[in-house]
């Protein structure tokens, strides 16, 4: 995505296709949406997905309208079930939606072809899971090293080996883990392991971070630690996050908290 | 760069699939250890068929031959060309042999071959299978003193006087033991003496070049007996097949042995047809040395005599002109020369509508036997190759486990933006090295287990107290191997071929897996 020109022409097709006529569908309630396709920096349009199972469908999202502002951290709740994974993984181009569109930079990203979601997932995107996701065979350096490792070649990476890990080693320093390079993610603890991921979450310095339930297998403390941990980059760094948590105190202290209900999206509940 | 690193760590922690490869490393193994072996037998038997024999052999209908070999020889000569490198005319017929066997005769069949001392040596390695020193360099039918391959017991000029002179004394005892009885009883004494050792003797009369009538001859053998001296003279010479001279057995101490029913310096009398109308004649040889091809067909069949020697008794010689017949002329061609070719050239020289005479490669003359050593070649092959893909399955198995197991890493490469190609590497470049560490270490069991075929085969004897490789079966002392680098190179390019295929389809079901379901998989 650090073509401008593609970026541009993008837009432009989006917006031929908006003035075409197609009336802009207006669901649910009072969406922060200005302009064309959202103000927002990550925004997503009448987002539909569902799961099949054999013929029964179980619609999961029914027309998500979301809105992120860049610099924001933002969390989603809702009930389990709900659909904050599944949203999420549009939101990440790990999936396809069924209808809908999802923004970012004012681009369009879902119907972008493999390659480019896969560098967006790589460079601009960082992701977090519930469960850590570390590869076990790999130390925890080379876990935070894995997505340099996947975006350069044998050679490229040789030549930049000392660069990468120089940075590598200092988000470890950053996420408080520099004694733990050269363990296997099975010798720690789940906090340090959230770390870990944290650290190969913010490697390729990306501008969005997308963190599913990085607290939900954690002690209240740890998860506590985890979430200041989160909370300072996007204060120091203006990192923009979106965070889906079942825990409401974490959920307080976001600057927006955005519910899911029966696959819709319900901004500022009333806890 | 993180397939890699990931393909050597999923090396480095996965012992399971090194274990579904050594099915592959045992298939290799073979594989090489039993194209090796018959390679060798191959090689082994092609050499020595080769050897024994000539290129081509081109010869005339029946056993009268056919007149004017050198007439032949020069056509021959004038139509090969430079590609020849040697050429003889022979005579082979089909013989019995008589040999004495401690006071009694034992009878032997075999083919009685007629050969010029001199060019024999040049269309076959015959000399080389020769068991006296001097007659490997320079074949001659006349006996030596003594230097035979010392697994002969004494043989030689030496040992036949020796024998001569044991065998008279014992006579003279038992003439005179008979003389005193007869003394005794006062009967008489009349009995024809030996001549004492000391006598003269009367050369024997210079062979009459022109016709010569085998009766004749038979007769004046007979009339020359009294005065043919066996300690001073011999017969004409004979080469005589080992096999037709020895019975091979193992003993009681498992060692091979040869017993010798007739050795160097000892005569034999050898029956065979004339020519014209075919009568049998019978003349006595002196065995002048033994032929070891180690080809055991030959060496229980062949005899050779001088070719002049056999021409005359055998009436071939043209009582006229003096122009003798023969019944082959031998070719050999220079290495590297197409025999097909050069056998279509004669042909073409001798057409058979007119000529009638066969004209044939060694390969045709052993035809059967060198394809039955292929076809049994080719089907190991395939038998073996099919263990090999066996144990592709084996490996397909083994990876498709695998790759459920590595379900959720593959959604979380995914995650961090490893393409569907990416993931498909790491499994593929998986299958690849296990391939290559396979059939490398295949390769080196299978060389290592030539090369030492030999030692591996006396312990296997030693453990089990019975014999592997039967030298008596095979007439070889050891087991032949020849390590083809070509065929090293195909089974390794097949392994690692069968390994990469077998890999594919879990490499296809991991590139293919949903990162968000992958994910999801527990
Ligand atoms: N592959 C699938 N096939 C069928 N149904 C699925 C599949 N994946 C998810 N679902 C369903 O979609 C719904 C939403 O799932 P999702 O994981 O997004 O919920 P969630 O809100 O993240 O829940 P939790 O808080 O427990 O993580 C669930 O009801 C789930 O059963
Ligand atoms: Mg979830």
């Not at chain 1, 995505?1 to 970026?7: F, I």
């Not at chain 2, 003993?251 to 310096?265: L, N, Q, S, T, W």
């Not at chain 2, 040889?285 to 005359?312: C, I």
Request: aromatic share 8%; proline share 5%.
């Amino acid at each position: 995505m650090n073509k401008p020109q593609e970026l541009e022409r993008n837009v432009v097709v989006h917006r031929r296709r908006k003035n075409g006529g197609a009336p802009v569908k207006k669901k649910g309630q009072s969406q922060r949406i200005d302009g064309p396709h959202g103000s927002g920096y990550l925004s997503t349009r009448s987002l539909v997905k569902s799961y099949y199972k054999g013929k029964i469908e179980i619609p999961v999202l029914r027309g998500v309208d979301l809105n992120v502002v860049q610099g924001e951290f933002t969390t989603i709740v809702g009930q389990s079930g709900s659909g904050k994974s599944t949203l999420l993984h549009l939101l990440g181009v790990l999936d396809a939606p069924d209808s809908g569109e999802v923004y970012f930079d004012g681009q369009q990203i879902d119907n972008l072809p493999a390659s480019a979601r896969e560098l967006l997932r790589n460079r601009t995107f960082g992701m977090i899971f519930q469960f850590y996701h570390l590869l076990p065979e790999l130390t925890t350096l080379e876990n935070v090293l894995a997505p340099c490792m996947i975006r350069e070649s044998v050679w490229g990476y040789w030549r930049r080996r000392r660069q990468y890990k120089q940075r590598a080693e200092a988000l470890l320093e950053r996420v408080g883990l520099s004694h733990r390079l050269r363990h296997r993610p099975s010798e720690l603890s789940g906090g340090e392991m959230q770390r870990a991921a944290i650290a190969r979450a913010l490697i390729q310095s990306p501008q969005l971070l997308l963190a599913d339930e990085p607290t939900g297998n954690l002690d209240e403390t740890t998860g506590q630690e985890i979430f200041s941990l989160l909370k300072s980059l996007n204060t120091e760094q203006q990192l923009t996050i979106v965070m889906v948590t079942h825990d409401r105190r974490i959920a307080c202290q976001t600057d927006r908290v955005v519910q899911l209900v029966e696959g819709r999206v319900v901004e500022n509940p009333s806890s | 760069m993180y397939k890699l690193l990931l393909c050597w760590r999923y090396l480095r922690t996965r012992y399971i699939a090194l274990a579904s490869i050594i099915s592959v490393t045992l298939g290799v193994a073979t594989l090489i250890v039993v194209n090796s072996v018959m390679d060798g037998f191959t090689v082994e038997m092609h050499h020595r068929l080769n050897d024994g024999l000539s290129d081509i052999v081109f010869e005339g209908r029946g056993l009268n031959g056919f007149p004017d070999p050198e007439w032949h020889k020069e056509e021959i000569r004038k139509v090969l060309g430079d590609d020849l490198k040697g050429i003889t005319a022979t005579v082979v017929v089909p013989a019995m042999f008589n040999l004495t066997v401690q006071g009694e005769s034992m009878m032997q069949h075999g083919s009685l071959i007629g050969i010029d001392p001199q060019s024999y040596g040049t269309v076959s390695d015959f000399p080389q299978y020769l068991l006296h020193a001097e007659n490997r360099e320079r074949l001659s039918f006349a006996l030596r003193d003594e230097g035979y391959d010392n697994r002969l017991p004494p043989s030689g000029w030496n040992w036949r006087r020796k024998r001569i002179t044991l065998e008279r004394d014992y006579l003279r005892q038992m003439q005179e033991a008979e003389r005193l009885r007869r003394e005794a009883l006062g009967e008489p004494v009349a009995m024809n003496t030996l001549p004492a050792a000391e006598t003269p003797v009367t050369e024997a009369a210079p062979e009459t070049a022109g016709p010569i009538d085998p009766f004749q001859r038979k007769r004046q053998a007979a009339a020359e007996e009294h005065v043919f001296d066996e300690m001073k003279q011999q017969h004409p010479g004979v080469v005589l097949g080992i096999g037709i001279a020895s019975h091979r057995y193992r003993g009681a101490d498992k060692e091979v042995k040869d017993i010798f029913y007739c050795r160097p310096g000892d005569d034999i009398q050898i029956s065979f047809p004339t020519a014209g109308q075919p009568q049998i004649v019978a003349d006595n040889f002196t065995v002048v040395d033994f032929y070891e091809s180690k080809m055991s067909e030959y060496d229980h069949t062949f005899a050779f005599v001088p070719l002049d020697h056999l021409q005359e008794m055998r009436g071939m010689v043209d009582p006229l002109t003096g122009v003798p017949s023969v019944t082959q002329i031998q070719i050999r061609l220079h290495d590297g020369v197409d025999l097909e070719a050069a056998q279509q050239k004669l042909y073409d020289r001798f057409p058979p509508q007119q000529f009638g005479y066969s004209i044939r490669t060694w390969q045709q003359l052993q035809g059967p036997l060198l394809q039955a050593v292929q076809m049994e070649t080719t089907l190991l092959n395939i038998l073996l190759f099919l263990i090999i893909a066996v144990a592709g399955f084996g490996i397909l198995a083994t990876f498709f486990m695998i790759v459920v197991e590595k379900t959720r890493d593959i959604g979380v490469l995914k995650s961090l933006g490893a393409s569907s190609r990416g993931v498909m590497t790491i499994f593929l470049t998986y299958g690849f090295s296990l391939g290559i560490v396979g059939s490398g270490v295949g390769i080196l069991i299978g060389l290592l287990f030539v090369v030492y075929i030999n030692t591996i085969a006396a312990g296997l004897e030693w453990v089990t107290g019975r014999p592997v490789f039967d030298p008596t079966v095979y007439y070889f002392q050891q087991i032949p191997t020849v390590i083809e680098p070509f065929t090293v190179g195909w089974i390794a390019l097949g392994s690692v071929c069968v390994a990469i295929v077998a890999s594919v389809l879990p490499a296809l079901r991991a590139a293919r897996l949903h990162p968000v379901e992958a994910l999801r998989y527990e």
